[in-house]
């Protein structure tokens, strides 16, 4: 009969503590992260945890990889009792409702993370108050403006109102019919003119609306 691994010493040692410990578990860590995760319960010191794992690692029992300058532990698969059809299933049910879960607590995390982002634009209770108060005294100010404009006695009446309108008509569509005449004219003398356009009106002393940023009111 073949003789099997030899067993870690004496069973309350802190290699018979980490051996239970990554084969509850079933996961890696490293032996800082198992220090800090058995220092209160089972009293271990740091180097006790880094040789114990390391002893556990050259005699078999666990298994040792590199990452780096940094080692994780974790249980020897082989070593372990292999899982029914029924605890596979059991697993694969976990997986389902853990994944279910996930998916739920991050859809909460979006939407929290939405109405914070909506809470972080909105405005504060001193900034509204603030805007509250700029706002009356916009109102009492364009209030005061308006009492002084119906009380002014010098209001354009309907009437004077309609005259200067009609007389604005018509002294555009007058200004309308000579700028057409003479455009009109200009054109026929610049036919037989040899130099450009510009050296004419400026041999001439012509000056246009948009010489002076004027711009014919549209026909109404």
């Known amino acids: 009969m073949s003789k099997g691994r030899e067993g870690p010493a004496a069973g309350g040692g802190a290699a018979a503590v980490l051996l239970r410990y ?5 996961r890696p860590y490293s032996a800082q992260d198992a220090f800090g995760n058995l220092q209160r319960e089972h009293g271990l010191g740091k180097a006790a945890v880094v040789k114990a794992l390391e002893q556990l690692a050259q005699q078999g029992h666990i298994r040792e ?3 780096g300058k940094q080692k994780v532990y974790f249980a020897d698969q082989e070593q372990l ?19 279910t879960k996930v998916q739920a607590l991050q859809q909460s995390c979006r939407q929290m993370e939405a109405e914070l982002k909506d809470l972080n ?30 009380s002014a ?11 200067v309108c009609g007389e604005q008509k018509l002294y555009c569509k007058e200004w309308r019919r000579r700028k057409r ?25 012509i000056e246009t609306d948009e010489d002076h940023n004027v711009t014919l009111p549209a026909a109404v």
């Open 153 to 163: 006695t010098n209001h354009v009446t309907p009437e004077e109102k309609e005259k």
């Open 65 to 67: 990889k590199a990452y």
């Open 81 to 99: 009792p292999a899982a029914s059809d029924a605890e596979l299933h059991g697993l694969d049910g976990e997986i389902t409702a853990l994944s």
């Open 181 to 205: 005449m003479a455009t009109e004219l200009l054109e026929a003398i610049l036919e037989g003119y040899p130099k450009s356009k510009k050296q004419f009106f400026e041999e001439v002393g």
């Open 121 to 150: 634009s909105s405005m504060t209770t001193p900034e509204m108050a603030r805007e509250v108060e700029e706002l009356r005294k916009d109102c009492a100010s364009y209030a005061e403006k308006l009492e002084r404009i119906k």
């Open 22 to 26: 990554l084969r509850e578990q079933n």
